[in-house]
């Protein structure tokens, strides 16, 4: 139902949640969920729902490992971290991400543009 | 790399899915508990807190569904629990499962059916080394007015040797010819099929013996030296018990009544077949006698070449057709015989008669079209079903079915019909095959000698049956089928609007637009149904007009026996034959000629006319059939005498020469005069210019080729003055074939040596000969009925359904005033509109196709307007009656009930 939202947050929720494992270390989903409204002064709509198949996803690609252990609050959690070809993905994406903002940057600073 | 560690992973998952859904569930649930706890700290109520971390997690259950569908396999997964489902809801309804299997059945296994004919003549490749290298290289015989272009004509030995040597396309090219042998010693006399061969016939197909070895050049090179010969693997088993040291036995064969030994010098693997059908013995081409070898104008040799690499089919055609006037011009001739050229063509394009491959092709198209006509009819039914299932399918969507989903559900369910109905139509596919070997269109001409069809058709046919290929070939089927007739109402579920649908439950809705689908439908089955009957109306009417038409002679109670010519003292033999079988108990009369009726392939001439100005040397000699007949023949067969006198027993050798012509013969060269007593000379046989021949009388005409093939000018010359190979025709008070045995008694009796074959009952002979016309006059036919009961089951259906939509409406209508009469013909009217629509729309179709179906057709029109006239009333008829059960049921609608009902 919700697929064409999901499809189009990606590549871009892969990224966030590479940067904030990567800052932060270890963290469960919530957690991370709640990092990226912070992040985003909730200005992103995100359904929190969505996430968890985006991590699977990074779990198969190699991207983060997860580990059963203790939350804050003693309760049972899902942790998810970093590993080290998540690094490297992360890496790639955001010199991507970089580039492709800069380019954009040129058409919507159109005095730039000869 | 990735993708597979992707694929790891999700087998894994898929291994260990309850580990899976239990980790997901903790895991959720954990994240709910921490949003809620996050939310109570905000000064919310639980119950709120709760609710809106629900809210902002998004649906849940969509989550788990979009988890799983990453997390596991989804293709195995889903796919898996789809045929669960689909499997459980077809077991709800049986009624509509049994008919849609039935109808799948039917479609699927006609089209496996034909299939298997399909392949055996024209898919399957042939036996050979690379056999997509093989070309047939044929004459083609001068353009003439009175008989038409034959481009596949036979070669002389001359002529091929130059070809040999001018041509650069192929790598090596052989020449074969079929003859017939007679094995002679210690057994039975026996008549083999054999064929005269050169050298390089074998090593070109890529042939090896299985034991011993095939001819060397050497022993093909000079007339009359090496008598040798290989044989095939079933005579070897058969006559010699399968002797292992057989290579350099000597054997003993009569051909052109030429008695010799032979040494055999290898065997054929089993089940190889030659190129001009079975054969059991092969010599080379150099046994025959110098003047078959050295004279130009002697054609009677097929020649196959292999391509050499890199030499395109078409480089080589065009190389051969431009060699086809040099050789022509090589040799010198009479005028009349000059004009040759040369053709070349795959083997794969000769494999097959012209006709037969129409008629395959014919009748492929024709389950084609059922098959598409019962598609219509699933895709209505599952239609009208999905009607009444979209509660089911909104309730999906509302627990988080994707469109996707949806759709591939319906899909599953429409390819596991297909699947059971391909199941169902293998049964139907097998009985087919057995019934196709019964009607098989070249039994009849796999064991005549004097003449075959042209092309290699009898390597193929005779192995007609259901093998992997054609269990392949269901399979594909299935799955277009389910496709085919399961995407359309797959869509349209997927288009379900939940909301409505779960509100209203009823099948209201959707009425108007899905009628209007339906309604296409039934024009397109109907038009297609009109395609078909029209070849059937066709192709029976032609049938019949050619089972009517008379052959010439009375089939009725004749048995007829080929007795081999081969042999000592033929004249004396032949003398005494006829006499002493007519003497036979049981017997009315016997009588001898050398060609039976309708086999085709039987002698002729030219001939001349003594009495006349002589014809300049250059014009093309006038043709004449010539047959050599015993004195009773004329009485056996009950061919009618017109005028003059039979033959006669006086008639004999030393005697003055006579001969009886048909009428067509009478009508074409004696125009308007008395041709009893005109002097007449005839190419062959000891009757030309000088040897005084008389005609002496006038009988009717016989259809010596074939029934659809009007009579051609014929001579009879008495076999007490010439002989040529001979057959006995026995005329018997009742059943003929039961005197066989006193038959062949009384041959043997007169000489031991000579082999007796070929027996059967005129009637047989009648009936082979028009089997292929009879094959497609059963199968067309079958088809087109078929297509008429799918189209009426299909008409009916739409039409109820259209009466269970309207039913309010009709209610209505009735409460207005309107008689039951009135609500009958409307539903029928409307039906008969949608069968016009569909005959008007067919009519097209059907003189398109009629077109193809030309050639097969004996004295009938493609365009034949009866035929169109009785099959478009036979539809409208069709069309009353399929509506009208559902229009009598309109009929008895209560109005107080169905406006009380909604």
Redesign the interface.
């Known amino acids: ?3 064409d939202k ?1 499809d189009v947050l990606h590549g871009s929720l892969a990224l966030m949640v590479l940067r904030i494992l990567e800052t932060l270390g270890p963290l ?3 957690g991370i ?2 990092r990226i409204e912070q992040m985003t002064d909730n200005v992103l709509e995100l ?4 996430l ?2 985006a991590l ?2 990074m ?4 991207w983060v490992s997860t580990k059963w252990g203790e ?1 804050e ?1 003693n ?4 942790f998810y971290s970093i590993t080290r070809s998540g690094r490297k993905q992360l890496a790639s994406e955001a010199a991507n991400w970089e580039r492709m903002a800069a380019i954009i940057a040129r058409f919507v600073n159109p005095g730039e543009i000869s | 790399m990735t993708s597979l560690r992707v694929l790891l992973s999700r087998l894994v998952n898929l291994l260990r899915r309850g580990r899976m859904e239990t980790d997901l569930d903790r895991e959720l649930r954990f994240h709910l508990q921490m949003e809620t706890d996050r939310l109570l700290q905000t000064g919310m109520t639980p119950e709120d807190a709760r609710s809106a971390a629900l809210k902002r997690f998004g649906g849940l259950a969509q989550t788990k569904e979009i988890y799983r569908a990453t997390g596991g396999l989804p293709s195995i997964e889903t796919i898996l629990q789809d045929v669960h489902h689909a499997a459980r809801s077809l077991r709800k309804q049986p009624g509509f499962t049994a008919i849609a299997i039935l109808t799948l059945a039917v479609g699927i296994g006609a089209n496996t059916a034909i299939y298997t004919v399909l392949d055996a003549t024209m898919l399957r490749s042939l036996p050979f080394r690379e056999p997509n290298r093989l070309m047939r290289i044929s004459l083609v015989t001068p353009s003439r007015s009175d008989v038409p272009i034959n481009d596949d004509s036979v070669w002389s030995y001359p002529k091929y040797e130059l070809f040999r040597k001018l041509q650069q396309s192929f790598e090596d090219t052989a020449l074969y010819r079929p003859g017939t042998f007679n094995l002679t010693g210690a057994d039975d006399p026996e008549l083999l099929q054999g064929e005269l061969v050169s050298a390089s016939y074998f090593p070109l197909l890529g042939i090896r013996a299985e034991i011993g070895r095939t001819f060397f050049p050497s022993e093909d090179e000079t007339p009359g030296k090496d008598f040798v010969a290989v044989i095939s693997h079933s005579l070897w088993v058969d006559r010699f018990g399968a002797d292992p040291a057989i290579a350099g036995k000597t054997i003993v064969l009569n051909q052109r009544n030429v008695q010799r030994n032979y040494m055999v010098v290898g065997v054929m693997p089993a089940g190889f077949r030659a190129l001009g059908g079975p054969a059991d013995v092969w010599v080379p081409v150099h046994t025959d006698a110098a003047r078959q070898l050295n004279e130009a104008n002697l054609h009677s040799f097929e020649q196959v070449a292999r391509l050499k690499p890199g030499v395109s089919i078409a480089r080589a055609k065009a190389e051969v057709a431009s060699l086809g006037p040099r050789i022509d011009d090589a040799f010198p001739g009479p005028a009349f015989a000059k004009g040759y050229g040369a053709k070349a063509r795959t083997l794969d394009e000769a494999r097959v008669d012209p006709l037969i491959r129409t008629s395959v092709l014919v009748l492929f198209g024709a389950v084609t079209l059922v098959l598409l006509i019962a598609c219509a009819n699933l895709a209505n039914l599952l239609l009208a079903r999905g009607s009444t299932r979209r509660r089911e399918i909104a309730i999906r969507f509302a627990v988080g079915a994707t469109k996707s989903r949806i759709v591939r559900y319906l899909l599953t369910e429409s390819l596991l019909l297909a699947g059971l109905g391909a199941g169902a139509s293998l049964a139907l596919a097998y009985a087919g095959v057995f019934a196709l070997n019964l009607i098989n269109p070249v039994n009849g001409s796999t064991v005549t000698f004097g003449r075959r069809l042209s092309g290699l058709t009898i390597l193929g046919l005779g192995s007609i049956h259901l093998d992997s290929r054609a269990l392949f070939f269901t399979l594909a089927v299935a799955l277009v089928t389910g496709v085919l007739f399961g995407l359309a109402p797959a869509f349209a579920g997927a288009r379900t609007d939940v909301n409505d649908a779960l509100k209203n439950g009823s099948a209201r809705t959707s009425g108007i637009a899905s009628f209007a689908s339906k309604s296409l439908l039934v024009i397109a089955e109907v038009s297609l149904t009109m395609v078909l009957l029209a070849g059937a109306g066709l192709t029976l009417k032609s049938f019949e007009r050619l089972i009517a038409t008379r052959s010439g002679v009375d089939p009725e109670n004749v048995l007829t026996v080929r007795v081999a010519f081969q042999g000592t003292r033929s004249q004396q033999f032949f003398d005494q034959l006829d006499r002493r079988v007519a003497a036979l108990p049981g017997v009315l009369s016997a009588g001898l000629s050398d060609c039976p009726v309708l086999a085709g392939g039987c002698s002729s001439t030219s001939v001349g006319f003594p009495d006349r100005p002589p014809v300049p040397e250059d014009a093309a000699p006038l043709n004449i059939g010539v047959h050599w007949a015993s004195p009773d023949y004329f009485k056996t067969m009950k061919i009618p005498l017109i005028r003059g006198r039979w033959f006669a027993a006086s008639d004999r050798a030393d005697s003055p020469k006579v001969v009886i012509i048909g009428e067509t013969a009478a009508r074409r060269y004696w125009p308007g005069e008395d041709p009893i007593g005109k002097p007449i000379a005839l190419g062959c046989c000891g009757f030309g210019d000088k040897d005084g021949a008389v005609v002496i009388g006038i009988v009717g005409d016989v259809r010596f080729g074939q029934l659809d093939e009007p009579p051609q000018p014929d001579a009879y010359v008495s076999s007490l003055q010439s002989l040529n190979g001979m057959m006995l025709f026995v005329r018997a008070a009742s059943n003929p074939l039961a005197l066989t045995d006193a038959v062949r008694a009384e041959i043997h009796a007169l000489d031991k040596d000579r082999p007796v074959y070929d027996v059967k009952s005129m009637r047989q002979r009648i009936a082979d000969s028009t089997a292929r016309a009879r094959f497609i006059a059963i199968l067309l036919p079958t088809f087109a009925a078929i297509a008429f009961a799918l189209a009426g089951i299909g008409i009916y259906g739409v039409m109820s359904y259209m009466v269970r939509q309207r039913i309010r409406e009709i209610g209505i209508r009735m409460a207005l005033g309107a008689r039951s009469q009135d609500v009958r013909s409307m539903v029928v009217l409307r039906a008969a509109r949608l069968a016009a629509a569909g005959i008007v729309i067919g009519l097209a179709g059907a003189l398109g196709a009629a077109r193809v179906l030309g050639t097969l057709l004996y004295d009938v029109k493609p365009s034949d307007p009866r035929t169109y006239l009785l099959i478009s009333a036979l539809l409208v008829v069709l069309a009353a009656l399929a509506s009208y059960l559902p229009a009598r049921r309109a009929s008895k609608v209560d109005p107080c009930v169905t406006l009380r009902s909604e």
């Open positions: 139902m919700s697929k999901t469960h989903g919530w969920a709640r359904n929190q729902g969505t968890y198949p699977l996803r779990e198969q690609m190699g939350s609050n309760r049972r959690a899902k």
